[in-house]
T-cell receptor
Framework: DTGVSQDPRHKITKRGQNVTFRCDPI?????LYWYRQTLGQGPEFLTY????????KSRLLSDRFSAERPKGSFSTLEIQRTEQGDSAMYLC????????????FGSGTRLTVV | EDQVTQSPEALRLQEGESSSLNCSYT??????LFWYRQDPGKGPEFLFT???AGEEKEKERLKATLTKKESFLHITAPKPEDSATYLC???????????FGSGTQLTVLP
């Protein structure tokens, strides 16, 4: 297992288009998180899955954002009708929920909306 | 609502010049205080978790400490490869998410 994988690494899209990102967590981790990070800021929580159930969503997650984790494995984050303000790094993390809560983060997907 | 504030925003050190980074937190029912390192264009890399005041953890040139209001990341005799952004985060109550500070961008000059 090579850690948390995210695809694509970079995405440039025109305003108004839909985009989808994929995250493959560490296989034995049942918890999966999405965060968003803008330049010079720390990551901000978006949503959390335990297995296939989406248990928490931030109020940052507008109706244009949707996340899924079918069968409790990989997850997708879709942004509909993208806006320039959606430009950010989208980070996925996973954990086993035991011990130190030290998430393992992926390298992120850098989204640029033009 | 949890609040985490880091200072300074940026720090430049000469190689070998020890210093400390500060993380102040306002949290109801702290479950854990986390430190991460983030290199440009990459995701945060886990360093430490601290659970209670008085706890300390060390890893190579880094030592993290925790009080009831603050955490410090002490860097002893830093090297240029320690240059990165260091992030502090809290977890509290029943929430599973982390609340991050804005980070301290550390530059170590050779």
């Amino acid at each position: 297992d090579t850690g948390v994988s995210q695809d694509p690494r970079h995405k440039i899209t025109k305003r108004g288009q839909n985009v989808t990102f994929r995250c493959d967590p560490i296989s034995e981790h049942n918890r999966l998180y999405w965060y968003r990070q803008t330049l010079g800021q720390g990551p901000e929580f978006l949503t959390y899955f335990q297995n296939e159930a989406q248990l928490e969503k931030s109020r940052l997650l507008s109706d244009r954002f949707s996340a899924e984790r079918p069968k409790g494995s990989f997850s997708t984050l879709e942004i509909q009708r993208t806006e320039q303000g959606d430009s950010a790094m989208y980070l996925c993390a996973s954990s086993s929920g035991l011990g130190s809560y030290g998430y393992t983060f992926g390298s992120g997907t850098r989204l640029t909306v033009v | 609502e949890d609040q985490v504030t880091q200072s300074p925003e940026a720090l430049r050190l000469q190689e070998g010049e020890s210093s400390s980074l500060n993380c102040s937190y306002t949290v109801s029912g702290l479950r854990g205080l986390f430190w991460y390192r983030q290199d440009p264009g990459k995701g945060p890399e886990f360093l430490f978790t601290l659970y209670s005041a008085g706890e300390e953890k060390e890893k190579e040139r880094l030592k993290a400490t925790l009080t009831k209001k603050e955490s410090f990341l002490h860097i002893t005799a830093p090297k240029p490869e320690d240059s990165a952004t260091y992030l502090c985060a809290s977890s509290s109550g029943s929430a599973r998410q982390l609340t991050f500070g804005s980070g301290t961008q550390l530059t170590v000059l050779p």
